[in-house]
């Protein structure tokens, strides 16, 4: 065992997993170093989050400055900049009438502070949820996130009141065709809400399930759940933690489907590594939330909303780009893996591409071994790719959006070439 393992195993809590036990000391751009200066092509980028690639020199200068400047006074002491020009800003980008923040430090936090928020202004107390979802790890957070029964094992009870439905899954349904199985989720979402009480404080749901296997929702459904919602007085709550920020090619993928939601979590993107989350709603909801109802003593620390201002300048650069790199992947994977005995499907939007692996493309049969050799052979050629998906199955590919079509196709050749040997 090398040095930082055995360290890390000696004083880290083993509660965190380990996609690999690789040893990095640096990172640039899409590449983390090695202790023998190894470059990795980084295709994980911190779970979705370094979409700036790792140390962009934006993002750097922009740390470096705010942190000379002021580190914390705690916005509910004292004012300053920062946050308040991020939550300006943050407006701009996602319309909607959106223009009410509340910031935290991370997903589950900005999940936290969204059900508090639906809840203290309906005054209802049921939540639904959907099937694959993740959501974060802290209790309440947990009692919506469904992804894996791992997560759970030992927590229960939840909070209760939490209704789960089926995430459209159109590759898991059991019809042949696609627009049949979007029609049939669709239905059975219009029988289930004519069932629904009055106490349905708000719905929550990721636009595309990320750690539940990279499923989009077709849009279709999105416009039908919030019609519903607005029918039955229920709130939407989208978790764009992971799709946000230009990961999709939109700012939000919330923007394609054309919704309105009534709150939106953020996170991960938004402040390239640096640890921020989002809470935001219609002002209007945001003054029914007492002051001192919710709060916390590190939300809106003007180092970590530097850094999500200089990301953003950094994304919104690239983002005209992304729908096509995109395409661009999905094309090459679809080309290169066509007819593979065990590529059940590939999917995706902008850079967040998922590859599903099945030991029978009839039986759908998850093929999660498989997925460890990839994953494992990739790391050995230099490529960090990691897993998602409830049955752990799903390739996932999640690049900084930054990558250039040159790396991007240097990661998609390690990818398919490793999976094609294995036939
Ligand atoms: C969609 C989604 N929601 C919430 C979270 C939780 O975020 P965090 O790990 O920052 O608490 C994640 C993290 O993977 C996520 O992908």
């Known amino acids: 065992m090398s040095d930082l393992l055995q360290r890390a195993s000696a004083v880290l809590s083993p509660v965190i997993g380990h996609y690999t036990s690789l040893e990095v000391k640096s990172g640039s751009g899409c590449y983390l170093y090695g202790l023998d200066d190894t470059a990795y092509l980084d295709l994980a980028a911190g779970i979705a989050v370094t979409a700036t690639g790792h140390c962009h020199p934006k993002v750097v200068e922009a740390i470096q400055a705010q942190a000379a400047t002021l580190i914390h006074a705690c916005i509910g002491i004292v004012y300053y900049e920062p946050p308040i020009r991020l939550a300006e800003k943050l407006g701009e980008l996602l319309g909607a009438d959106l223009t009410s923040v509340f910031f935290c430090q991370s997903g589950t936090e900005a999940i936290e502070a969204s059900m508090k928020l639906a809840k203290y202004v309906t005054k209802k107390s049921k939540l639904l949820v959907f099937s694959g979802g993740f959501h974060g790890r802290t209790l309440g957070a947990l009692s919506l996130t469904t992804s894996k029964e791992k997560y759970r094992e030992n927590y229960e009870p939840l909070i209760p009141g939490i209704k789960v439905l089926p995430y459209p899954n159109l590759y898991r349904h059991s019809s042949a065709d696609s627009a049949t199985a979007e029609r049939q989720y669709i239905a059975d979402l219009e029988a289930y809400f004519s069932t629904l009480d009055d106490d349905i404080a708000a ?24 019609s519903l919602c607005r029918q039955k007085n229920i709130l939407v709550i989208l978790d764009e933690i992971q799709t946000g920020f230009g990961r999709t090619g939109h700012w939000f993928m919330f923007q394609e489907a054309g919704l309105k939601p009534d709150i939106i979590a953020l996170a991960k ?23 001192g109802s919710h709060g916390g003593t590190y939300g809106s620390n003007p180092v970590t909303c530097a850094a999500a201002l200089a990301s953003i300048d950094v994304v919104g650069d690239c983002l005209p780009g992304i729908s096509e790199l995109g395409e661009y992947a999905l094309t090459f994977l679809k080309a290169a893996l066509k007819d593979h005995p065990y590529v059940g499907d590939i999917r995706g939007k902008g850079l967040m591409i998922g590859i599903e692996l099945v030991s029978d493309r009839i039986t759908k049969e998850p093929h999660t071994a498989l997925l460890k050799t990839v994953l494992s052979e990739a790391l050995a050629r230099q490529v960090i790719v990691i897993s998602c998906g409830v049955f752990d199955n799903v390739i996932r590919i999640m690049p900084p959006l930054i990558i250039t079509k040159p790396e991007l196709t240097d990661g998609l050749t390690v990818i398919t070439e490793v999976l094609n040997a294995h036939c």
């Not at 989009?216 to 039908?224: C, G, M, N, R």
């Not at 402040?271 to 909801?285: D, I, Q, T, Y």
């Open 269 to 291: 993107g938004i402040a390239s590594g640096m640890p921020l989350g989002a809470c935001v709603a219609r002002k209007a909801l945001m003054e029914q939330w007492t002051t």
């Open 203 to 226: 719905v929550v749901i990721e636009p595309m399930l990320g750690e539940g296997g990279y499923v989009s929702a077709p849009a279709a459904f999105l416009q039908k759940l919030e």
